[in-house]
């Protein structure tokens, strides 16, 4: 199962939705068309242009709108880029409505690869960009260079170096039940999504059967 699939999987019939840090908003449509949504919302720190609404936000900060306002919450790949993750899911919490639910993909600080790369004394494979321009502290880590893309043409800002592509904080599969849990949310499931050193079919059963150690998750919560 991809992430993609595995997010669409928990959606459910939704009013009104909102994406924290929707990046291009492919996602974002996808997700709120299938929860039939009424009222489509996205909130980023990049210029991004889009065919719904889009509110320009810092996510370490408290959110630009009402409490219980939404009955979703998408967190898609957000989380890990956050210095202030306590905040993020108490304001996520707060502009949902009772009853209402979130679903959160990100990166798993306790996958097979971490785990073997901290064996060895590298950095964590999610936790090796963001610091220079290309990848540091792990040998076998994809040697991306950003610098091309992290620009904002207007500011002349890099966005690199402010931190919007570093992983800053990424969460281990318990650490994130524990602290979603702590702020007032029932974790209703979590879908583990790759499992390394395999593929396909064997991928997907052993991030079934072992999520603390799957390559990424997904997890819906909801407001209690």
């Known amino acids: 199962?991809?992430?993609?699939?595995?997010?669409?999987?928990?959606?459910?019939?939704?009013?009104?939705?909102?994406?924290?840090?929707?990046?291009?908003?492919?996602?974002?449509?996808?997700?709120a068309r299938k929860a039939n949504a009424k009222s489509i919302l996205g909130l980023d720190s990049l210029p991004i242009k889009s065919s719904f609404k889009i509110i320009k936000g810092n996510l370490n900060r408290k959110f630009p709108f009402k409490s219980n306002s939404f009955d979703a919450?998408?967190?898609?790949?957000?989380?890990?880029?956050?210095?202030?993750?306590?905040?993020?899911?108490?304001?996520?919490?707060?502009?949902?409505?009772?009853?209402?639910?979130?679903?959160?993909?990100?990166?798993?600080?306790?996958?097979?690869?971490?785990?073997?790369?901290?064996?060895?004394?590298?950095?964590?494979?999610?936790?090796?960009?963001?610091?220079?321009?290309?990848?540091?502290?792990?040998?076998?880590?994809?040697?991306?260079?950003?610098?091309?893309?992290?620009?904002?043409?207007?500011?002349?800002?890099?966005?690199?170096?402010?931190?919007?592509w570093s992983h800053n904080k990424v969460l281990s599969y318990q650490a994130l039940i524990d602290s979603y849990q702590e702020y007032g949310f029932k974790i209703e499931k979590v879908i583990g999504v790759g499992y390394f050193p395999f593929g396909g079919i064997l991928s997907k059963l052993f991030a079934n059967i072992d999520k603390r150690h799957a390559h990424l998750l997904v997890m819906k919560a909801r407001k209690i």
């Not at 919450?73 to 108490?90: Q, R």
């Not at 960009?129 to 890099?158: H, M, W, Y």
């Open 1 to 31: 199962m991809h992430d993609r699939e595995a997010v669409l999987s928990l959606i459910e019939k939704s009013d009104s939705f909102v994406d924290l840090g929707c990046g291009d908003g492919k996602m974002t449509k996808a997700a």
């Open 73 to 164: 919450v998408l967190s898609h790949y957000s989380l890990e880029h956050l210095y202030n993750s306590g905040l993020f899911i108490s304001e996520t919490r707060r502009i949902l409505k009772k009853g209402g639910y979130t679903i959160v993909a990100t990166d798993n600080l306790s996958n097979w690869p971490t785990i073997i790369a901290l064996v060895f004394g590298f950095q964590p494979f999610s936790l090796a960009d963001g610091i220079c321009k290309k990848s540091i502290g792990n040998p076998l880590a994809l040697r991306a260079n950003f610098g091309e893309i992290v620009r904002d043409k207007k500011t002349d800002q890099d966005w690199r170096l402010s931190g919007e």
